[in-house]
């Protein structure tokens, strides 16, 4: 995706979250399909961090994963 189509589409979800509508209202709204919307959130934050020229994956810290846990029972 050229930085462009990537600007405006930030533009977009920045208006998005600004307007505090639910997301089919607000595609609805601005003429947009739901899934283009869904997708444009959730590639924003790296589209920015490319933009600003940063690694994403200095932007954001991983979290989640398995982590492995021992529960101490008496008697075993």
Do not use: I
């Not at 490319?50 to 994956?57: C, N």
């Not at 200095?58 to 029972?73: D, E, H, I, Q, W």
Request: proline share 4%; with cysteine; net charge positive.
């Amino acid at each position: 995706m050229d930085r462009e189509r990537m600007e405006r589409c930030l533009e977009q979800v920045a208006s998005y979250r600004a307007s505090g509508l639910r997301g089919n209202a607000w595609a609805e709204a601005h003429s947009v399909p739901l899934r283009a919307l869904s997708s444009w959130c959730v590639h924003a934050q790296r589209w920015q961090a490319r933009l600003d020229g940063v690694s994403a994956s200095t932007s954001t810290p991983k979290v989640g994963g398995f982590v492995a846990a021992s529960m101490n029972r008496p008697g075993f």
